[in-house]
């Protein structure tokens, strides 16, 4: 007796290795999300502590406010996710926090230390609906027991840290010719590209067509001979 095993359907190895396009979309609505984000934090303590621009901080009280602002960073996406997840949707969160993020960076465009509480309240909100759902939507693309899913999620976090190193000489020549108010603009105006692009190819993300295909289940014939 011969036993062989044949796939359930004829769908073949190529598809099965394929990326959906929607981790493609992801990718770049996250690359320029990290690109806003790295653009203001590596300028805020030096624009609390500018003379001219800023506000003649200490840097014992810029680094004290930047640190707080990390905390409640690091905190928020245990309630963003929680949100997106039983109210929202992933997406609709995502969406929200780009909003959010886009209304932080424009306060900060504009000399006013109320603007620049307000500015990090918008961020926080905005990074609690934003990090962990777009991080959510990549794993949704995949089925269960998808052996991409892994693969996946390497090329989305090393792709979008790689990508944005390159992006933030940008921002950094803005500020050095034109001080640091426009250049937190060029920040606002990332994640305006990064909401455009997740609107633009939603269909990618939402069209069960486009995700990634499932692992083809397998059954045995039993054959005589």
């Known amino acids: 007796m011969a036993i062989r095993t044949i796939s359930e359907d004829i769908e073949t ?4 290795d394929k990326h959906p396009k929607g981790l493609y979309v992801l990718f770049a609505t996250e690359m320029w999300e ?10 805020f303590t030096l624009y609390l502590r500018d003379p001219n621009d800023g506000f003649a901080w200490t ?5 004290t406010l930047y640190a707080n602002y990390m905390m409640f960073v690091y905190c928020s996406p245990l309630i963003g996710g929680w949100i997106a997840d039983k109210k929202l949707g992933y997406r609709r969160a995502v969406m929200l ?10 306060l900060l465009s ?18 609690g609906f934003f990090k962990p759902n777009v991080s959510t939507m990549v794993g949704n693309l995949y089925p269960d027991g998808s ?4 693969r996946a999620y390497n090329l989305f976090y090393m792709a979008s840290t790689s990508e ?28 305006v590209i990064s909401v455009t692009i997740l609107w633009r190819f939603k269909h990618y993300l939402e069209d069960d067509k486009y995700r990634a295909a499932k692992p083809r289940r397998r ?5 005589r001979g």
């Open 13 to 16: 190895r190529a598809n099965l």
């Open 34 to 43: 990290r690109f806003s984000f790295y653009t203001m934090v590596s300028m």
């Open 59 to 63: 840097p014992a009280q810029a680094s």
């Open 97 to 106: 926090g780009g909003f959010f993020f886009m209304a932080g960076h424009l």
């Open 110 to 127: 504009v000399r006013s230390l109320a603007f620049v509480y307000a500015a990090l309240a918008c961020l926080v909100i905005g990074n």
């Open 147 to 150: 052996h991409l899913k892994d």
């Open 164 to 191: 944005r190193f390159s992006l933030r000489l940008l921002p950094t020549k803005v500020q050095a010719r034109f001080g640091f108010h426009p250049a937190f603009a060029v920040a606002a105006f990332g994640m």
């Open 219 to 223: 059954f045995t014939v039993k054959s």
